[in-house]
């Protein structure tokens, strides 16, 4: 099927700003007793796609969750798009949240509403002119070829249909940053791909950074052999022994950041605990 990309402008990401999207610098947090991040710094640069992979219950979802200040560090320093957002406000936080697109857990809809208002609602939430909201639902839904589903409800929609409208969500601000909490979780292998795609696609046709936690190594492998074609509009392999040199890895064990490379680096890392996380 043909399709246009129709976003008004590109992402900020998208205009060479060498400056780190992301910046974790010692970042710990913990809930009463329980420490789940201990003393993570990292970074995620300009075009970059940083795959967090770890064990249930390692506080990935908490690190997303404290990218864009839904949670406060303990200690150390978050930066965002440059700021300083450690000890910022809600009103403070508030723009630079709204240049982050969000893919929840599970897609996290709103089930009475129909898709275009679920798609629409931080737009709509920010009394945006009613036909410039329709005009970039179409445009997002578009891009995750459902615009039929633009009067359904969520309930009418499959696991896989429900996590592009998500997607499609996130990305309705050209966001200038995407964070991808399990997009893939609970849906079956095939679905799973075609979600993947997604991701690969505004990689690779907008290229917006983003930071995607995934418990599927399959994912995280697709991403990084796989490019999206625009001719064919869809994603296709890298030529053999090929990867995706914007994309790698961040590996989260036991609150600690043991790992922070590039694919090569995270095969042939001989830390025992990666070697069987990959096995
Ligand atoms: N708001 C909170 N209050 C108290 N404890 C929390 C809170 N958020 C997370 N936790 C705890 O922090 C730990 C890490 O949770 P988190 O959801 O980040 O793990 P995860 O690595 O994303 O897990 P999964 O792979 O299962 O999604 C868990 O023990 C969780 O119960």
């Given at each position: 099927m043909a399709?246009?990309?129709q976003?008004a402008?590109?992402?900020?990401?998208a205009?060479g700003?060498s400056?780190?999207?992301?910046v974790?610098?010692?970042v710990?947090?913990g809930?009463?007793?329980?420490?789940?991040?201990?003393?993570?710094?990292?970074?995620?640069?300009?075009g970059e796609?940083?795959?967090?992979?770890?064990?249930a219950?390692v506080?990935k979802?908490?690190?997303?969750?404290?990218?864009?200040?839904?949670?406060r560090?303990?200690?150390?320093?978050i930066?965002?798009?440059?700021?300083?957002?450690?000890?910022?406000?809600e009103?403070?936080?508030?723009p630079?949240?709204?240049r982050t697109?969000?893919?929840?857990?599970?897609g996290?809809l709103?089930?009475?509403?129909?898709v275009r208002?679920?798609v629409g609602?931080q737009?709509?939430?920010r009394?945006?002119?009613?036909?410039?909201?329709?005009r970039?639902?179409?445009?997002?839904?578009?891009f995750?070829?459902?615009?039929?589903?633009?009067?359904?409800?969520p309930?009418?929609?499959?696991?896989?249909?429900?996590?592009r409208?998500?997607?499609?969500?996130?990305?309705?601000?050209?966001?200038?940053?995407?964070?991808?909490?399990?997009?893939?979780?609970?849906?079956?292998?095939?679905?799973?791909?075609?979600?993947?795609?997604l991701?690969?696609k505004?990689?690779?046709?907008?290229?917006?950074?983003?930071?995607l936690?995934?418990?599927?190594?399959?994912?995280?492998?697709?991403?990084?052999t796989h490019?999206?074609?625009q001719?064919?509009?869809k994603?296709?392999?890298?030529?053999?022994?090929?990867?995706?040199?914007?994309t790698?890895?961040?590996?989260?064990?036991?609150?600690?950041?043991?790992?922070?490379?590039?694919t090569?680096?995270?095969?042939?890392?001989?830390?025992?605990?990666?070697?069987?996380?990959?096995?």
């Amino acid at each position: 099927m043909a399709y246009s990309v129709q976003f008004a402008h590109e992402p900020a990401s998208a205009h060479g700003s060498s400056e780190p999207v992301v910046v974790f610098e010692h970042v710990s947090i913990g809930f009463n007793d329980l420490k789940v991040l201990k003393d993570v710094s990292f970074q995620v640069g300009p075009g970059e796609t940083r795959i967090l992979l770890g064990p249930a219950g390692v506080g990935k979802s908490v690190l997303l969750k404290l990218v864009n200040g839904l949670l406060r560090p303990d200690s150390g320093r978050i930066l965002l798009f440059g700021e300083d957002i450690t000890h910022m406000t809600e009103r403070e936080l508030f723009p630079l949240r709204t240049r982050t697109g969000m893919v929840f857990q599970e897609g996290a809809l709103f089930d009475s509403l129909a898709v275009r208002d679920n798609v629409g609602y931080q737009l709509m939430e920010r009394h945006k002119p009613v036909d410039e909201v329709d005009r970039r639902v179409r445009d997002s839904l578009r891009f995750v070829e459902l615009e039929h589903t633009y009067d359904l409800l969520p309930a009418s929609l499959s696991g896989g249909m429900r996590r592009r409208v998500a997607i499609a969500r996130a990305i309705i601000d050209q966001p200038d940053l995407i964070l991808y909490d399990s997009p893939t979780g609970g849906l079956d292998p095939i679905t799973s791909t075609t979600i993947i795609e997604l991701v690969v696609k505004e990689r690779d046709v907008l290229g917006t950074p983003s930071l995607l936690v995934t418990h599927r190594l399959q994912d995280a492998f697709t991403m990084v052999t796989h490019r999206f074609d625009q001719t064919q509009n869809k994603m296709v392999p890298l030529p053999h022994g090929q990867i995706n040199a914007k994309t790698s890895f961040l590996v989260l064990h036991d609150g600690k950041l043991i790992f922070d490379g590039t694919t090569a680096e995270l095969i042939t890392s001989q830390d025992p605990f990666i070697k069987e996380f990959l096995a």
